[in-house]
């Protein structure tokens, strides 16, 4: 929403006095289909990382949060009653700071004076559900995002060979194209088959309407530009599940994501990390699964799968899958996301398997779908989803917006789409800070996993600078000395391992934006080192 300040910067820097009018309209999201919406925070990586580490960072993606949220319900004309994951510090920080601006900060403008119930905003954190985002996808629209990349409905083409200028960038949207419309929510195999089903009827209606082709040529080019973009689209998908051997490794995933089974499936991931064709990026994910499933049952399994993925991929180290599991560990997570807590998905699990499932490659059903039912059932439990402040729903909500801090997946927002159409009676909205696929997701991680060991070590030369400070006033022991050049090398041998790392991120896994603030943290670590030499002799000289 715009601010005072901001209209006042706006009036002093109209010095010709040329603005006649200022108008505000609330569309500050992306909406990507009906049912979802993403905020594309470049900085989504903060939701991590803890308060201390960068203070004015977390406010700022906190403030960007709470500015999209609040768009989305002007955009509606409604003010919701807020709830969030107990669990989760940046959902309740941001369910808090959404309900002071709604009811307090703004509170006449989002007084719509409506009747109806009040619609339900729920605010969760990703860190809740961190298998969704790790798994290989097999239906059509998010597997185009999983292995290309859709950003804001376009997929960028031009890496994929020798493309036509006007292909190489492709509009993939459910409100502008028809075949996409219909098969977006499909598997691969269907896919397949109705997209050469697709080809037959552009040829034969080509054949057929060649004597009109002059008349017809702006539709018979439309076709074709559809026809080709899906084809193009399939082609390339099929080249990378055969290069990374998708299938094998999706397999071993699902079985990690809903299946029991721990020594078949330490047996399994093995197999893969020793496996010359799969691709380090799945090793690491197949060891993040097995971990986030296995991790209090299996720690001497697990400490063999992280050695043999050091050793392996040697560019992802164990502490990668150790630092998701600090994030997001069994002792972190507020749902049953493996359906083994509570007594009703124990019984609905056995009866699954017993029934078996139609696809072994999309078995996988996000946490979000049990949330989504528990709200229908009116049995999202108040301890684990507290109200803010002292509202409390009078009823059952006709509308629901589900936000998730750390991002969505078109596997969450496919799952939001098939609630909505099964007539439940409750609209359901999906949101979240980024669109999500297991590439993003893992710079997500390295980088929050660098950040955070860049903190420990500087909270390590704090440590080391205090004791000198007491030192110079004559209060340190004799020891001091010692102290000192042990701190010194502490210092010396974390600068050079930081530098290692960054030369090693900026060529293989982390953006460039993230290099400056790394930089900047170099700069910090050389000052203490310096800090430290000059203390030494000033103190011994």
Not at 121 to 134: C, G, K
Not at 259 to 281: K, P
Request: aromatic letters at 10%; hydrophobic letters at 40%.
């Amino acid at each position: 929403m715009l601010k005072d300040t901001q209209i006042h910067i706006l009036a002093d820097s109209d010095e010709q006095e040329v603005v006649q009018q200022v108008q505000e309209y609330y569309a500050d999201f992306v909406a990507i289909d009906p049912y979802h919406f993403t905020l594309n925070i470049p900085s989504n990586r903060m939701y991590m990382l803890p308060a201390v580490v960068d203070p004015p960072g977390l406010q700022q993606f906190c403030d960007r949060v709470v500015d999209g949220i609040a768009a989305i319900f002007l955009a509606l004309k409604r003010r919701p009653v807020i709830r969030y994951q107990r669990t989760s510090d940046i959902a309740k920080r941001i369910a808090q700071e959404t309900s002071k601006l709604m009811y307090q900060q703004e509170s006449g403008l989002f007084d719509f004076r409506r009747t109806e119930i009040s619609p339900l905003l729920l605010i969760i954190d990703r860190r809740d559900d961190p298998v969704t985002p790790l798994l290989n996808q097999w239906t059509y629209q998010a597997m185009v995002h999983e292995l290309i990349g859709i950003h804001d409905n376009k997929v960028d083409l031009s890496s994929t060979g020798k493309l036509p200028k006007d292909q190489q960038e492709v509009v993939l949207s459910s409100e502008q194209d028809a075949f996409f419309k219909a098969n977006m929510y499909e598997n691969f195999g269907d896919i397949g088959m109705n997209i050469k089903r697709m080809v037959d009827d552009f040829q034969q209606v080509a054949k057929k309407d060649m004597a009109k082709f002059v008349d017809n040529y702006p539709e018979y080019r439309k076709m074709h530009g559809n026809v080709s973009k899906h084809v193009t689209l399939v082609t390339e998908m099929s080249k990378i599940v055969e290069e990374r051997r998708l299938m094998l490794v999706s397999e071993t995933e699902q079985d990690l994501a809903c299946n029991g089974g721990q020594v078949a499936a330490f047996e399994a991931v093995t197999n893969l990390l020793n496996n010359e064709s799969i691709s380090d990026i799945d090793r690491l994910r197949l060891v993040m699964l097995y971990a986030l499933r296995y991790e209090k049952e299996s720690p001497v399994q697990l400490m063999q799968l992280f050695n043999k993925l050091a050793s392996r991929s040697p560019k992802y180290k164990p502490g990668l899958v150790q630092f998701l599991l600090k994030q997001a560990g069994v002792d972190k997570r507020t749902g049953d996301l493996y359906g083994n807590r509570d007594l009703l998905n124990i019984a609905r699990n056995m009866a699954r398997g017993l029934k078996g499932v139609e696809n072994v490659y999309t078995q996988h059903q996000p946490l979000l779908f049990q949330t989504m039912e528990s709200i229908i059932k009116g049995r999202l439990r108040d301890v684990d989803y507290p109200f803010v402040g002292n509202h409390f729903q009078q009823g059952r909500p006709q509308d629901v917006v589900i936000f998730i801090v750390g991002g969505t997946t078109y596997e969450e927002s496919r799952s939001v789409a098939l609630q909505n159409a099964s007539n439940s009676g409750i609209r359901f909205i999906l949101g979240g800070s980024a669109v999500l696929s297991s590439k993003s997701n893992l710079l997500a991680n390295v980088a929050s996993s660098f950040i955070w060991e860049c903190g420990q070590a500087e909270r390590k030369f704090t440590v080391a600078v205090l004791p000198m400070l007491h030192a110079w006033s004559g209060s340190y022991p004799v020891g001091l000395k010692a102290f000192l050049r042990v701190s010194a090398l502490h210092v010396t041998k974390d600068d050079f391992l930081i530098r290692k790392m960054i030369g090693k991120s900026s060529s293989h896994y982390l953006w460039e934006g993230l290099l400056h603030d790394y930089r900047k943290r170099i700069d910090v670590l050389s000052q203490f080192r310096w800090l430290l030499v000059i203390m030494e002799a000033a103190v011994f000289g």
